[in-house]
């Protein structure tokens, strides 16, 4: 069969749960970097308001974020008013950033095993994972930094090319999916995130948006514009790429 689409995957929420990766990571640069304290307890539901919170997630330093809602007690609407709280700390958010990143990389130096263990890629991906990641179709677009991405690939035995992990950070997914089909001029595009708004925003007519049902989502989700895809979906549509 002659493939048409090139094929556009995020990283976490779709092939990797990093939940509890980003939950240690954070708590770490907030507790011990940022406020320079050790964390003596948490909340005994601390990890379900984390994952209640992680769908509004689109950047490292909104973990920071997330930290402070948990620790402060406050209820999120939506994205809009999750949104308005990052806004009251622009200011700092480089800094979150940073410090998010340093959290990351010293737990990768001194703690590689675990590190690498809090990060699992999902097993109606894994089946496929090697095999696709050679396929000159298929990319990895997140906002994640492509060195992790590209160490957790390789701790699962699949090796991808650089240049097809492509990271979004001041650029719309959608944008650079755009400029690559501009090239390929004849493709199409089929992209799998679990962050709505990364979908929602596209208005390119060779984009296919698909949001990934098993992903980092909020239930209200699977009702809108955007089509879910099944973990079933998922695995027969990567069997078409190699």
Known sequence: MKIKSLLFLDFDGVIC??????????????YRLYRK?????????????????????????????????????KHIKDQDHFDHILQKHKNKLA??????????????????????SLNK???????????????????????????????????????????????????QKWNIIKTLLDKYKDMNAIFIDDQINHLA?????????????????QPDWLKREIQPITEEEMAKLLETYY
């Open 17 to 30: 749960d990093s939940l509890d990766e980003c939950i240690i990571s954070s708590l770490y640069a907030y």
């Open 37 to 73: 304290k050790e964390l003596s307890c948490l909340p005994v539901n601390y990890k379900s308001q984390f994952k209640a919170l992680r769908p509004y997630v689109r950047h490292g330093e909104d973990y920071f974020v997330i930290q402070q809602i948990i620790e402060k007690k």
């Open 95 to 116: 800094l979150y950033k940073q410090l998010f990143y340093k959290a990351r990389n010293i737990l990768i130096e001194e703690e590689s095993e675990y590190w690498f």
């Open 121 to 171: 890629i999902y097993t109606h991906i894994l089946h496929h994972l090697a095999a696709v990641c050679v396929s000159p179709f298929f990319y990895i677009l997140s906002t994640k930094q492509a060195d992790y991405i590209l160490k957790i690939l390789k701790n699962n035995n699949s090796i991808i090319q650089e240049d097809h992990v492509l990271v979004a950070w001041d650029i």
């Open 201 to 217: 925003l596209n208005r390119d007519p060779r984009i296919n948006t698909r949001l990934a049902a098993w992903g980092y989502i």
